[in-house]
């Protein structure tokens, strides 16, 4: 239920689980643990210096819409 006002921040990408905790945390939702156990033989197809990359941009961006007044 909590969630629910802030779906339309969900993407196919990998950043919208940090985004949706920083505004549950601004607007003082509730921030629960759940548990996942999963194995996963598959080739990884993860880039290391992209990820890096993208998710630090990501996280400036995010400060700066959120604590940069």
């Not at 802030?6 to 759940?34: N, P, S, W």
Request: hydrophobic share 35%; with cysteine.
């Amino acid at each position: 239920e909590s969630l629910r006002p802030f779906m339309a921040e969900v993407d196919r990408h990998t950043f919208y689980t940090q985004a949706l905790l920083c505004r549950l945390k601004k607007t003082g939702g509730r921030i629960i643990e759940i548990p996942v156990n999963c194995h996963d033989c598959r080739t990884s197809k993860f880039n290391l210096l992209h990820e890096g990359f993208y998710r630090y941009s990501k996280l400036i961006h995010l400060w700066i819409k959120n604590f940069g007044d």
